[in-house]
């Protein structure tokens, strides 16, 4: 079965420390794609960074990156120098490509809470 | 400026009166898709659609129908909508591969009452 596994329902993080949101996935998919959003208070989806199944390197965007770690299924959200604005709700989600179906798989979310 | 665009916002309805909710993107994307968001239970497909004309359920397909005529359009109807429908609605766009992000419309916070 696809699935995305969040086990940090929340987390506090002090201000310009850095912290790392856990995200596991399971598919049987050869090649997919994994990606991270930020939800802030308002509402909104918020893309932050993609990494290919395919990709050696780990994915950067800013102080954004992904821990990929294949073997162990695993893709963590590293947010650098955290500032108050990263205050919100992220989900890592997954697009199998080899199924055909093209569907984003989500995780059920992590709040970060970004202490002054 | 590419985006999504959902309506409405924000909608109180009763039980049973039929609604829509409106998404529309300008990307010429192939790929749409509706989601809700509950609480703990973060976003859980309704229903996706591959291009014009092809649609097919994802995980929480009941209570809800769609129709994809034109590319850019993906409504979400409603046809007697239920208390346990009440959720957070997210209609998603995305061009086909899996290699690229989905665009989200603002979202529309339903309540059943």
């Known amino acids: 079965a696809q699935k995305i596994t969040q086990t940090q329902p929340g987390m506090f993080v002090q201000e310009k420390e850095a912290v790392t949101l856990d995200c596991t996935y399971d598919?049987?998919?050869?090649?997919?794609?994994l990606f991270w959003y930020k939800q802030p208070s308002s509402g909104e989806m918020i893309f932050l960074i993609y990494?290919?199944?395919?990709?050696?390197q780990n994915a950067t965007e800013g102080r954004y990156s992904l821990n990929f770690q294949k073997a162990r299924k695993s893709a963590n959200l590293v947010i650098s120098a955290s500032q108050l604005g990263d205050s919100a709700m992220y989900f890592c989600a997954m697009s199998p490509t080899t199924s055909g179906t093209y569907k984003y798989i989500f995780g059920t979310g992590t709040r970060l809470k970004v202490l002054a | 400026e590419a985006q999504v665009t959902q309506n409405p916002r924000y909608l109180i309805t009763v039980t049973g009166k039929k609604l829509t909710v409106t998404c529309s993107q300008n990307m010429n994307h192939e790929y749409m898709s509706w989601y809700r968001q509950d609480p703990g239970l973060g976003l859980r497909q309704i229903y996706y659609s591959m291009n014009v004309e092809v649609t097919d359920k994802g995980d929480v397909p009941e209570g809800y129908k769609v129709s994809r005529k034109e590319k850019r359009n993906f409504p979400l109807i409603l046809e007697s909508p239920s208390p346990n429908q009440t959720s957070l609605y997210f209609c998603?766009?995305?061009?086909?591969?899996?290699?690229?992000?989905?665009?989200f419309g603002q979202g529309t916070r339903l309540t059943v009452v």
């Open positions: 990494q290919g199944s395919y990709d050696e």
């Open positions: 598919t049987s998919d050869q090649s997919y794609g």
């Open positions: 998603a766009s995305s061009s086909y591969g899996g290699n690229t992000e989905a665009f």
